[in-house]
């Protein structure tokens, strides 16, 4: 049986490389809507939009989404989360799943699988990370790496090639070992509260990866291989049109 989640999904308008992000529109629906579609298609019990912006708000409102405004001076989308888990005074042992609302091909079996990884009760946070598809994705610093113990749980997280193949017959096993990791997590509230109520570590300041906070403080984060391979996020306006390619042919094979 599936424990009982939330999904909430932070969303801010400013965005470095595509300025509006979530509210551009991709086949129709912006994409802060189909984000939030796929939360509403999987198995949680209520799916939150987390933003500071009145326009974010008014267009989500408008689809008949439940909004959370927040604080603007959050530094990540995890902070934006707590503090909805404070708002809705969710207990600590509420599971939550953190779908970046620039994920909108994210499968809702992924946010369930990721959800459902929290029934180990020693892992702290969840998430999902695939083989990688090419030596390229491999060896880019924007493809962050993870490896993993015996027990699936992360060891370190990366933009550098982990692990390094001291000797060049093994750079096949060096990738092989190494998973390309996506960004969906799933907390328990006390968790959150305890992972933002921390500083920023030294690894996660110089790698720019805050689950590196989360190792630091010595939480364990269980990572599993998605049952399928999640979709594109999007962040260039090349990556839009990827992702409107990629929702059509979603949407043919549902049926939708």
Request: aromatic share 4%; net charge negative; proline share 8%.
């Given at each position: 049986m599936m424990s009982e989640f939330v999904v909430v999904i932070p969303s801010r308008f400013a965005s470095a490389r595509l300025p509006g992000k979530p509210l551009l529109e991709i086949n129709g629906k912006t994409m802060i809507q189909h984000a939030y579609e796929r939360g509403m298609e999987s198995g949680a019990s209520e799916v939150v939009i987390a933003t500071d912006d009145e326009r974010i708000a008014e267009a989500a409102e408008a689809f008949g989404a439940t909004v959370c405004m927040t604080r603007s001076d959050h530094q990540s989308g995890t902070e934006r989360i707590a503090e909805v888990s404070e708002f809705f005074d969710w207990d600590d042992s509420q599971i939550v799943v953190n779908l970046q609302g620039d994920?909108?091909?994210?499968?809702?079996?992924?946010?369930?699988?990721?959800?459902?990884?929290?029934?180990?009760?020693?892992?702290?946070?969840?998430?999902?990370?695939?083989?990688?598809?090419?030596?390229?994705?491999?060896?880019?610093?924007?493809c962050?790496?993870?490896?993993?113990?015996?027990?699936?749980h992360a060891l370190y997280f990366s933009r550098a090639v982990i692990p390094y193949a001291r000797d060049t017959t093994h750079r096949e096993l060096a990738q092989g070992t190494a998973l390309h990791h996506h960004g969906i997590y799933a907390y328990r509230c006390g968790v959150l509260r305890r992972f933002v109520s921390a500083k920023p570590s030294p690894l996660e300041i110089s790698e720019q990866l805050e689950q590196l906070r989360a190792l630091s403080l010595g939480m364990t984060i269980a990572v599993d291989i998605p049952a399928l391979r999640p979709g594109i996020g999007v962040d260039t306006a090349e990556d839009l049109q990827r992702a409107a390619e990629e929702l059509l042919l979603m949407s043919e094979t549902t049926g939708q």
């Open positions: 994920e909108p091909t994210m499968p809702a079996v992924l946010i369930n699988q990721c959800a459902e990884l929290l029934a180990d009760e020693s892992a702290d946070i969840a998430t999902l990370a695939s083989p990688f598809a090419s030596r390229d994705d491999f060896e880019s610093p924007n962050v790496k993870v490896v993993r113990d015996m027990h699936g």
